[in-house]
Structures are given as structure tokens and as C-alpha cells.
């Protein structure tokens, strides 16, 4: 049984940083490309950022330079590093995992095999 498992979520100042973990277990977490999504009630799910199986990244517009994903294939977990956060980035976070070939990065929902269970994230003013 496949399970994405978050931490790190939780209430942070505007202007402040949080890192968000992914824990996977139940598949060959090498063997798959890694991302993140958010949602806001009434939205749909907005894709932030991907990371390869090889560790390559790319990143929505409305995070490049504040965020960054990363992987630790021994620890089996990605992470978001999310810094200068504005309120507008208050939202469910989700991880999803996809298999797929080297250097793959999806970016579409359909792209992803398994999702985490979210976590939510706030950001006061």
C-alpha cells in the first residue's frame, strides 16, 4: 500500500519560511518524479513545483524564487522549502508521486500515481 505521509505544515508569518516533508512509502520512491500542489476552497488544484527522479526541478511561475523542491531518495521523502510567504499562499498543500522516466517533471494532476493527504498552510499578516 502506497502512502504519502506530510509534515510541516501549520501557521507561519508573512514574510517567514516553512519546509514542508513528504514521506513515501510503498513504492520505489527512485523510480518516481515528485511534486507539489496547493488548493484554496473554491479553486482548483494549482501545481507549484516538480522534482525528478534524476533531481531535476521545475517550478510554476507564482513560486519560482521563493520555493524549491528537493528529494532524499535514502530518507524516501521530497520537500518544499517555501520562503518569503505572503498570505495568498495560504492554502492545502498536497505531494503527489509519479512514475516515470528520467528528467520527467509533470506538471498535471493526471501526470501523478498517488497522493499525500495534505496538509494545511497559513499565513497571518
Known amino acids: 500500500q502506497v502512502q504519502l505521509v506530510h509534515s510541516g505544515g501549520g501557521l507561519v508569518q508573512a514574510g517567514g519560511s516553512m519546509r514542508l516533508s513528504c514521506a513515501a512509502s510503498?513504492?520505489?520512491?527512485?523510480?518516481?518524479?515528485m511534486g507539489w500542489f496547493r488548493q484554496v476552497p473554491g479553486k482548483a488544484r494549482e501545481f507549484l513545483a516538480a522534482?525528478?527522479?534524476?533531481?531535476?526541478?521545475y517550478y510554476a511561475d507564482s513560486v519560482k524564487g521563493r520555493f524549491t523542491i528537493s528529494r532524499d531518495n535514502a530518507k524516501n521523502t521530497a520537500y518544499l522549502q517555501m520562503n518569503s510567504l505572503k498570505p495568498e499562499d495560504a492554502a492545502v498543500y498536497y505531494c503527489?508521486?509519479?512514475?516515470?522516466?528520467?528528467?520527467?517533471?509533470?506538471?498535471?494532476?493526471?501526470?501523478?500515481?498517488?497522493w499525500g493527504q495534505g496538509t494545511q498552510v497559513t499565513v497571518s499578516s
Open positions: 503527489a508521486a509519479g512514475y516515470g522516466i528520467s528528467g520527467y517533471t509533470p506538471k498535471a494532476q493526471s501526470d501523478y500515481d498517488y
Open positions: 522534482v525528478s527522479r534524476s533531481g531535476g526541478t
Open positions: 510503498g513504492l520505489i520512491f527512485s523510480r518516481y518524479a
